[in-house]
């Protein structure tokens, strides 16, 4: 059975930088997991912010940013704002019999 | 606009079956895969399965075991989700998505999620 791990929980001052990551028990995260990351407030769907490693949609402020760091995907946010305390979660694709496999989410706090 | 619209809270026994909807508009319905992903409470997101609007083609997660069946109504641009059997620990918010990447996965517009309370 495949785990997806995530921090449980990151405090950040506001203005600061914060990096979330985001590992896998099959091995190394590659943009062949095509790594998503989501935003999610209290009694809210989830929100994408990160799709296919680095790619942002529309909505998505330019402080959060994706990339492939020592094995794992990451999720960093520059200048961090009050408005982005929220539940982050990332989602890996592995295709085969069980192809996709969220993680299991970082409480960011903003302090 | 794109939005997906699914159909209200829901209590069931234990042991009886779910039906959801979401309900696409804004877009052309057979152009996207939509997936449904479910939060029990305090709980991380599990991804459930996907269809093919197009074709009607599926894929589950394992983890369901067979009680998952995900269909689709073209001319009615719905989706629907079907959870048998239902236990305790399938007391959860359900939600759907829709898959915008061709090359990859990306949920990038969802709906607004049905509770669904197993309750005796």
């Known amino acids: 059975q495949t785990v997806v791990t995530q921090e449980p929980s990151l405090t950040v001052s506001p203005g600061g930088t914060v990096t979330l990551t985001c590992a896998s028990t099959?091995?190394?995260?590659?943009?062949?997991?095509?790594p998503n990351w989501f935003q999610q407030k209290p009694g809210q769907a989830p929100r994408a912010l990160i799709y296919?490693?680095?790619n942002k949609p529309s909505w998505t402020p330019a402080r959060f940013s994706g990339s492939l760091l020592g094995g794992k995907a990451a999720l960093t946010l520059s200048g961090v704002q009050p408005d982005d305390e929220a539940e982050y979660y990332c989602?890996?694709?592995?295709?085969?019999?069980?192809?996709?496999?969220f993680g299991g989410g970082t409480k960011l706090t903003v302090l | 606009q794109v939005q997906l619209v699914q159909s209200g809270a829901e209590v069931k026994n234990p042991g009886a079956s779910v039906k959801i909807s979401c309900k696409a508009s804004g877009y052309t319905f057979t152009t996207y895969v939509i997936h449904w992903v479910r939060q029990a409470p305090g709980q991380r997101l599990e991804w459930m399965g996907w269809i093919d609007t197009d074709n009607g083609n599926t894929k589950y997660s394992q983890n369901f075991q067979g009680r998952v069946t995900i269909t689709r109504d073209t001319s009615a641009t719905t989706t629907y989700m079907e959870l048998s059997s239902l236990r305790f620990e399938d007391t959860a918010v359900y939600y759907c998505?829709?898959?915008?990447?061709?090359?990859?996965?990306?949920?990038?517009?969802w709906g607004q999620g049905s509770l669904v309370t197993v309750s005796s």
């Open positions: 099959t091995g190394a995260v590659t943009s062949a997991n095509y």
């Open positions: 296919s490693t680095n």
């Open positions: 998505a829709r898959d915008d990447c061709s090359n990859g996965v990306c949920f990038l517009y």
């Open positions: 989602l890996l694709f592995y295709g085969g019999v069980q192809p996709l496999v």
